[in-house]
């Protein structure tokens, strides 16, 4: 059994569940033009499917490198993305383009969201296939919830800095900024009214990186956003097997066998309990917890209690814990982790 190690003031983790954020660099490979294999794999805007909060806005993302060679390469491409009033999400992926080029980037992919329905989608648009998941719909994730810190590997450790607070597209923001030695930097806004992220910035001594949503409108978007467009083939995209499932959890995978771990790009550290603190108690909680397709953490509870108040404490940090999602066969599957959480006086 495998566990990632989350300490009060440092935070591990086995191989298995290694920090990749959202703003990490991921290099393409495969058969592409050599210049293709230095174009960074971005993630946009995580749009978490909560109701009552309807929004359609773009996302631009530019980025920068330094390449071996001295020279410095400029890409760009934005996204579009909607929530309507049912927490219904619709997100895009679009390639990263030279600056210099004036038309819309090509679209890759796109995905929809239907919690009402339990069903999820993953769009290609030069196949015109339309793969759809049907899910047991997951309770609406927590609202005007800020992540309080970032998580990565513990050597160097962390740094994190409250920035408060500012007005973007008459939104009001809650900035941290995360550093990892002199070497990388991480900034994040977030929107607790729209519950996303506003803005993302990265900066190391090779690659510099935003992400902003711009444009934001905040009335009701098109419903025809979140249907499969005429001309798709539909195909059933639950996996057919998977080496490892969770008993007493149908569909549910463990990572192995072809299944990917999650990769955690955000938790917050336990808070501890005033019974605790006053005993000056110390230990670990162990827990367990599914993180879905949206990688999002569900049924999370305690397989191991630690009892003066610290199980719930533990709890209640897993639950705003966000992660990149298992991956099977090029789509999300909804897999169970079990972490470990230390509780530590310093």
């Known amino acids: 059994m495998r566990y990632s190690?989350?300490?009060?003031?440092?935070?591990?983790?086995?191989?298995a569940l290694t920090l990749l954020t959202c703003l990490s660099q991921q290099p393409a490979t495969g058969n592409l033009p050599k210049n293709d294999l230095i174009v960074p794999n971005v993630n946009g805007v995580f749009v978490a499917p909560v109701t009552n909060a309807p929004f359609s806005a773009t996302v631009e993302i530019y980025s920068e490198q330094k390449l071996p060679d001295g020279s410095v390469n400029l890409?760009?491409?934005?996204?579009?993305?909607?929530?309507?009033?049912?927490?219904?999400?619709?997100?895009?992926?679009?390639?990263?383009?030279?600056?210099?080029?004036?038309?819309?980037?090509p679209l890759q992919t796109f995905h929809i969201w239907d919690p009402v329905k339990g069903v999820e989608t993953h769009l290609n648009p030069y196949t015109f296939v339309a793969r759809q998941t049907a899910l047991i719909a997951a309770p609406p994730?927590?609202?005007?919830?800020?992540?309080?810190?970032?998580?990565?590997?513990?050597?160097?450790?962390?740094?994190?800095?409250?920035l408060g607070t500012q007005t973007f597209e008459k939104l009001i923001l809650k900035g941290v900024r995360q550093s990892q030695g002199t070497e990388s930097t991480d900034e994040f806004w977030y929107s607790p009214d729209l519950s996303i992220y506003v803005i993302r910035k990265?900066?190391?001594?090779?690659?510099?990186?935003?992400?902003?949503?711009?444009?934001?409108?905040?009335?009701?978007?098109?419903?025809?956003?979140?249907?499969?467009?005429?001309?798709?083939?539909v195909v059933d995209g639950s996996p057919q097997t998977q080496t490892a499932q969770v008993p007493g959890e149908p569909g549910v995978s463990k990572p192995g066998g072809g299944v990917s771990a999650p990769r955690l790009v955000h938790s917050v550290d336990p808070q501890y309990s005033d019974a605790a603190r006053a005993a000056k108690f110390q230990g670990v909680c162990f827990v367990s917890v599914i993180v879905d397709t949206h990688g999002m953490p569900q049924n999370v509870?305690?397989?191991?209690?630690?009892?003066?108040?610290?199980?719930?404490?533990?709890?209640?940090?897993?639950?705003?814990y966000r992660f990149e999602p298992a991956m099977y066969e090029g789509h999300p599957v909804p897999v169970q982790l079990n972490v470990e959480v230390n509780f530590r006086l310093y």
């Open 141 to 162: 994730p927590m609202r005007n919830t800020v992540p309080m810190s970032a998580t990565a590997p513990a050597n160097p450790p962390v740094k994190s800095e409250d």
């Open 5 to 15: 190690r989350i300490a009060l003031a440092s935070i591990f983790f086995f191989p």
């Open 301 to 320: 509870h305690v397989t191991k209690p630690l009892g003066k108040g610290l199980d719930e404490k533990a709890i209640e940090a897993v639950k705003q």
């Open 75 to 105: 890409l760009k491409t934005i996204n579009y993305i909607a929530r309507d009033s049912q927490g219904r999400t619709y997100n895009e992926n679009r390639r990263l383009v030279a600056t210099a080029f004036e038309d819309v980037p």
């Open 202 to 233: 990265h900066e190391d001594a090779k690659w510099k990186l935003s992400v902003t949503v711009t444009q934001i409108d905040r009335k009701e978007p098109d419903g025809s956003k979140f249907v499969v467009p005429t001309g798709y083939r």
